[in-house]
T-cell receptor, first 111, second 115 residues
Framework: DAGVIQSPRHEVTEMGQEVTLRCKPI?????LFWYRQTMMRGLELLIY????????DSGMPEDRFSAKMPNASFSTLKIQPSEPRDSAVYFC?????????FGPGTRLTVT | AQSVTQPDIHITVSEGASLELRCNYS??????LFWYVQSPGQGLQLLLK??????LVQGIKGFEAEFKRSQSSFNLRKPSVHWSDAAEYFC?????????????FGAGTRLAVHP
């Protein structure tokens, strides 16, 4: 299995631009998670999907952030408009209700 | 509130020496406990997990961890460290509520290995 696939691996954008991060979970996993990692706040859960349905989005920082999972093999995390404080590494993880397997992450830099 | 504390931010050991990384948690119910490792520029890889049963659990890469309920601890150990073990290690506690296991991560311990 290829593991969780994330794209792009690196993204540099200017403040105000829209950013879309992509994730392909491991086949057969019915849970998908988006995390953000920063030096100041560590690893934070942003949103959790189960069977393509958002279950817990309490970690989404504000309305500028949105996530979708149109099918079992694809999810997106969108930031619109982006701000410098959104600079972080964003991880996607998939698994079941007990375990999570992480992708390599997308390093986002907003200038 | 549920939390995970990793008291050591940085640890340096010599190759071949033993290793113990500390993890303490605060959680009212029986916890699900995890250790993950993150190499530079990589995602988090699951090393081992504890759900129930034997309190000494074996993981990948020669790591083990022991759950001690009386001390609210889940320390990670390895008898002989290799240079390739240099990475950041995260302890996490899972809170099973709302139908899923929400992970709360510690701040991480960065391990350096001297030759």
């Amino acid at each position: 299995d290829a593991g969780v696939i994330q794209s792009p691996r690196h993204e540099v954008t200017e403040m105000g631009q829209e950013v879309t991060l992509r994730c392909k979970p491991i086949s057969g996993h019915n849970s998908l998670f988006w995390y953000r990692q920063t030096m100041m706040r560590g690893l934070e859960l942003l949103i959790y999907f189960n069977n393509n349905v958002p279950i817990d989005d309490s970690g989404m920082p504000e309305d500028r952030f949105s996530a979708k999972m149109p099918n079992a093999s694809f999810s997106t995390l969108k930031i619109q408009p982006s701000e410098p404080r959104d600079s972080a590494v964003y991880f996607c993880a998939s698994g079941d209700v007990y375990e999570q397997y992480f992708g390599p992450g997308t390093r986002l830099t907003v200038t | 509130a549920q939390s995970v504390t990793q008291p050591d931010i940085h640890i340096t050991v010599s190759e071949g020496a033993s290793l113990e990384l500390r993890c303490n948690y605060s959680y009212g119910a029986t916890p699900y406990l995890f250790w993950y490792v993150q190499s530079p520029g990589q995602g988090l890889q699951l090393l081992l997990k504890y759900f129930s049963g034997d309190t000494l659990v074996q993981g990948i890469k020669g790591f083990e961890a022991e759950f001690k309920r009386s001390q609210s601890s889940f320390n990670l150990r390895k008898p002989s460290v290799h240079w390739s073990d240099a990475a950041e290690y995260f302890c996490a506690v899972g809170m099973f509520s709302g139908g899923y296991n929400k992970l709360i991560f510690g701040a991480g311990t960065r391990l350096a290995v001297h030759p």
